[in-house]
């Protein structure tokens, strides 16, 4: 008897401390099925057949895997041809996707990395408001943007033209991009490159031997921000291709499945799934280094 | 400060600037030149189909806009889809970043897979979302009729109401990421001490999350929701994808609202004006936001 009294609050505390670990995963499963729902639903959907995506009440599972949505995709279309189905368009939209973004990230590196390091370790007059203008670029309204870079790139004949996509998406990513990477060359000692410097070292030549390296986390974090911003961006891939040749993957879509007389879901979900799996395995592959990019400038001790 | 602190002769601070101008000319060219060239144009007429009649008209772009009632409904439309957007976003992203500050099992795989829907092409998953909420076989009707909460087929993109409520539903989903994200960080760097410190004072949960981590997480929440309703001013793509701004302009924002103007009706000098006034509202928040992005820190 007098042992149980004893015992009684700490089986108590013990009690409540498992209640309370059961409504922690209750309601990390509530919100995982918020997140993950549309992902399910667009990974089912692709599996069926076309007819059974009308299905009511849905089925949640389909009754037989079935690939010939992914098939379709893949199979090529004419361009301009009078289909009937509008799947097909997919391969080449995402060859333009990939040109348009691959250079978009290959471009945003390099120019944030020699801006990054020249905002860390270099003083200039002006520098604070050259810094704080390039922040500014951020709030911008994109459409204002977009009407007067359509003007001016309709004028230098670069619509409908990688050039003009891998321009205008560079410069939408550079300002966080610029942001980020000096972060990152603000906390590396600057006795490293000085070193360097003393040893006869170029100061390109430190940048390139030295602080590349220990910055690629960043890097990595600029290439996955950037990369991302080209991929999925719709209003500018939109207005400056206006010749469904040039669509990388959004305008594509928007342009095969929105107000056609006829939904063809399936299809359209095994193509959402098929541009979405690269992006989403890549950036669960190297999602740390975005996540510290963006939060080290942010979040101080 | 002194220019040569470290030593560098100025030669070296020159190089700085040549380091820089790359990035900068990019920039100017595709961000500030637009910019420039937007302001001019909104005192003039121009329209895109007569590129021969160009001329100066002065204020009547902006005298037509002021009789417009769609500013005044794309400018109701924007605050209601931002601020619902914002609010959904960050009581859904401060939830789930404070169940996953828990000590739990693949707390790290857990942060992965919540950040996915943050990094789906927004095109690509309002073709999903347009499915689930498509009245007679959508699944979102179907689950709602289960329940017992609707009777019938809503028509969620054909009534003004609904087609808001779901396009906002859609934009928190999409958005949620970036708060728990931020809000994660923040919290993860919140000292243990202070909290076992406090444990053992005997307060509970309730006085620990409002007395200790609502006062840490003050910056960062301020810093994402600037952000954000930035980025949430600017948000074309999800309301383009699922209604293009209807039905009846109900969902109509500022940028959809210039958009029409300028790609529908070709009218540049107009589209021009309208965003010339978001501009204006928008410099507010883009003071807030460089004073942080700026510093790291808020001071104000």
């Known amino acids: ?301 | 400060m002194a220019k040569n602190r470290f030593g560098i002769g100025l030669k070296k601070n020159i190089f700085g600037v040549y380091l820089i101008s790359p990035a900068i000319i990019v920039i100017l060219f595709v961000l500030l030149w637009p910019l420039i060239q937007g302001i001019i144009y909104s005192f003039r007429h121009y329209v895109l189909t007569e590129p021969q009649n160009k001329y100066w008209v002065f204020f009547d772009n902006y005298i037509a806009l002021f009789k417009d009632q769609l500013l005044l409904i794309s400018l109701k439309n924007t605050f209601i889809y931002v601020t619902c957007s914002i609010l959904g976003g960050l009581f859904i992203g401060l939830c789930v970043a404070l169940l996953l500050n828990q000590k739990i099992v693949l707390q790290r795989v857990f942060r992965g897979i919540f950040l996915t829907p943050w990094i789906i092409a927004p095109v690509v998953f309002c073709l999903i979302f347009m499915y689930m909420f498509s009245s007679e076989v959508g699944i979102v009707n179907y689950v709602l009729q289960k329940l017992h909460l609707t009777r019938d087929f809503v028509q969620w993109f054909s009534y003004g109401t609904t087609a808001m409520l779901a396009v906002i539903i859609i934009n928190i989903w999409a958005q949620f990421p970036f708060f728990f994200l931020m809000i994660l960080a923040a919290l993860q760097s919140i000292p243990t001490e202070v909290i076992e410190a406090s444990v053992v004072d005997g307060t509970n949960i309730f006085q620990r999350f409002f007395h200790i981590t609502l006062p840490y997480l003050k910056n960062i929440i301020l810093i994402t929701t600037t952000l954000m309703t930035i980025w949430n001013f600017n948000s074309f793509d999800i309301i383009w994808t699922l209604t293009k701004g209807g039905p009846v302009n109900a969902t109509t924002t500022f940028s959809i609202f210039t958009y029409r103007i300028a790609f529908k009706n070709f009218d540049m000098g107009y589209a021009s004006a309208i965003a010339v006034v978001w501009l204006i509202i928008l410099t507010v928040f883009a003071y807030i936001y460089i004073r942080i992005m700026e510093r790291g820190n808020v001071e104000f």
């Not at chain 1, 509530?30 to 007819?51: E, G, Q, R, Y």
């Not at chain 1, 004419?78 to 691959?102: A, E, Q, T, W």
């Not at chain 1, 400056?240 to 879901?265: H, N």
Request: glycine residues 6%.
């Open chain 1, 1 to 301: 008897m007098l042992n149980s009294e004893n015992k009684s609050p700490v089986n108590r505390y013990k009690i409540l401390h498992v209640f309370s670990r059961i409504f922690i995963y209750l309601l990390i499963i509530v919100f995982l099925t918020f997140a993950l729902f549309p992902i399910f639903w667009m990974i089912s959907t692709s599996l069926k057949p076309n007819a059974d995506t009308y299905d009511f009440p849905p089925t949640w599972i389909p009754k037989k895997i079935n690939f010939e949505s992914y098939i379709a995709q893949l199979a090529p279309r004419d361009i301009g041809s009078s289909h009937l189905r509008p799947s097909g368009g997919l391969p080449r939209y995402f060859k333009n996707g990939m040109i348009v973004s691959v250079s978009v990230t290959i471009f945003t590196i390099l120019l944030s990395i020699f801006a990054g390091y020249g905002f860390s370790r270099f003083s200039f007059p002006g520098k604070r408001r050259l810094f704080i203008f390039i922040l500014a670029t951020q709030m911008f309204p994109a459409v204002l943007i977009i009407v007067q870079l359509y003007i001016l790139f309709h004028n230098l004949k670069i619509i409908n033209t990688y050039y003009g996509l891998i321009l205008a998406l560079t410069a939408l990513s550079l300002p966080l991009s610029i942001w980020m990477l000096r972060g990152f060359f603000d906390r590396i000692p600057r006795e490293l490159e000085e070193a360097a410097w003393v040893d006869g070292c170029s100061v390109m030549g430190a940048l390139y031997r030295i602080i590349v390296p220990i910055i690629s986390p960043g890097i990595i974090a600029v290439a996955l921000f950037s990369f991302l911003v080209a991929w999925n961006n719709l209003l500018f891939t939109l207005t400056l291709s206006i010749r469904p040749e040039m669509y990388t993957i959004p305008p594509g879509f928007l342009s095969d499945y929105v107000g056609q007389f006829t939904y063809y879901w399936a299809e359209m979900s095994a193509g959402a799934v098929m541009v979405s799996i690269p992006v989403i395995i890549i950036f669960i592959l190297l999602q740390k280094y975005l996540v510290q990019g963006l939060t080290a400038g942010a979040v101080k001790g």
